[in-house]
């Protein structure tokens, strides 16, 4: 069993929030886990949970461009109708779920369409699904978010000098639950599937398991956002990478 907090093994995770624009946070980094490794040391124990739930509203442009360039237009060329599903594996506080539902239910009104939308985050950190739920962050200073973003942040939340509350549209589509993605999803199926800055914190193995419990409730047609995954990990897993797209995955039709 590997020490997933060895003493002097440090390594900074750039892009990691909340925090001013430019500066890094710098975590003690894990040796990768395996599956069988206590992950209440990494992600549950509060000193380090600082840096390895870190998360931010609007943290990645990828995988919102996903979602608009090529997520919502394949689910709205399919037959099936029905709600766009997301969902975030590895969700935090929730921030990554609530940007996802601003970006989506956005496009859908630049369709011309209604957001027939819900977006679920789950975590195996009782405390960010606490938080998740509550919907109530630090408010972003203005130069820290695009001119877009800040405008849908201003549409779609409560702003006062110091907080920002996601609104009752937000509240209705999003929902929030205690889940380890170790463990198989059973209940629902989904058109998008996002494990952001997650995967590097496991070892090929582990990714491997991850993948195939994710594939198991991704609906036809769906797509991946697997953000940190490794050659080894994904290998024999029968997914295939969507060139020109950073990050996302579709099942490879079998023969
Ligand atoms: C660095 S945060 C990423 C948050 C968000 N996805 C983002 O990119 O901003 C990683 C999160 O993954 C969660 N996590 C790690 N392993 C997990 C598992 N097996 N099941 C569910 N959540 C997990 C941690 O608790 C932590 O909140």
Request: hydrophobic residues 35%.
């Amino acid at each position: 069993m590997v020490d997933p907090l060895k003493r002097g093994d440090r390594r900074t995770i750039a892009g990691a929030g909340p925090r001013m624009p430019g500066t890094r946070i710098s975590c003690r980094a894990t040796n990768p886990l395996s599956l069988a490794d206590d992950l209440g040391k990494v992600f549950l124990d509060e000193r380090q949970a600082k840096a390895t739930t870190a998360t931010r509203l609007f943290r990645n442009n990828e995988l919102f461009d996903a979602i608009t360039g090529i997520c919502l237009p394949a689910f709205f060329q399919a037959p099936r109708g029905g709600r766009f599903a997301m969902w975030s594996t590895g969700c935090s506080s929730g921030e990554e779920v609530y940007s996802m539902a601003m970006i989506a239910s956005n496009e859908f009104i630049r369709k011309k369409k209604q957001p027939l939308l819900e977006a679920f985050g789950t975590d195996i950190n009782r405390n960010r699904i606490i938080e998740a739920r509550a919907g109530v962050y630090n408010r972003p200073a203005r130069n820290f978010l695009t001119r877009d973003h800040w405008r849908l942040l201003a549409d779609y939340a409560e702003m006062d000098g110091r907080s920002v509350r996601m609104g009752d549209f937000l509240r209705s589509v999003c929902q929030f639950t205690i889940f380890d993605m170790r463990n198989r999803p059973k209940k629902h199926s989904f058109n998008f599937i996002v494990c952001n800055h997650v995967m590097q914190y496991y070892d090929a193995p582990g990714q491997r398991h991850i993948i195939e419990n994710l594939k198991a409730v991704l609906r036809p047609g769906g797509h991946l956002y697997l953000e940190g995954v490794t050659e080894a990990g994904l290998s024999g897993g029968g997914l295939e990478k969507r060139p020109g797209a950073p990050n996302i995955y579709v099942v490879v039709p079998k023969p």
